[in-house]
């Protein structure tokens, strides 16, 4: 998992591959005002985001195995849960189509506070539930950009 600001994501280019067209993409789309919804870029993807944040009690933990994931919040903030996919028990079988696969844990997470700025890529190894709050809901905007694993 990489953690760091907006900012500084670009220091990370040879660990997340065809990172320069994500971010090119996301300058576009600012100039757009951020459009909800899903956005092509050569070598990947990413999808403008717009909601609330739902208890992180109810949530289950995520995987992806063909795309790294790198979560940017732009407006509001989420708290994200981590633990290694090694301390996780599957409770929906992988999906390659949606590339996910959703799990349990016995154990509790990792929480990172995501203030608005603030960036983080997890890895296939890396289980993660986005999108959430221990105590008041907040609403968000946010990116989330879909790398190739290589």
Same mark, same amino acid.
């Given at each position: ?10 220091? &990370? $280019?040879?660990?997340?591959? *065809? ?42 933990? $995520?995987?992806?195995?063909? &795309? ?17 996919? =090694?301390?996780?028990?599957?409770? +929906?079988? *992988? ?20 203030? =608005? ?16 709050? =221990? ?10 950009? +879909?790398?190739?694993?290589?």
């Amino acid at each position: 998992m990489i953690v760091c600001e907006y900012g500084d994501l670009n220091k &990370y $280019e040879a660990l997340l591959p *065809y990172l320069k067209n994500a971010l090119a993409k996301v300058e576009e789309l600012k100039q757009e005002g951020l459009p909800t919804g899903r956005h092509e870029f050569e070598g990947g993807f990413l999808f403008v985001q717009r909601g609330q944040t739902k208890p992180a009690a109810e949530g289950l933990y $995520e995987t992806h195995s063909k &795309y790294i994931d790198v979560q940017c919040m732009m407006e509001g903030s989420e708290q994200a849960l981590y633990l290694p996919a =090694s301390a996780l028990t599957e409770e +929906k079988p *992988y999906d390659a189509e949606g590339d996910i696969a959703f799990y349990t844990a016995a154990q509790p997470g990792t929480v990172l506070q995501v203030p =608005s700025g603030m960036c983080y890529a997890v890895f296939p190894e890396d289980g993660h539930m986005p999108c959430r709050h =221990s105590e008041t809901p907040t609403d968000y905007v946010k990116l989330v950009i +879909k790398l190739p694993v290589v």
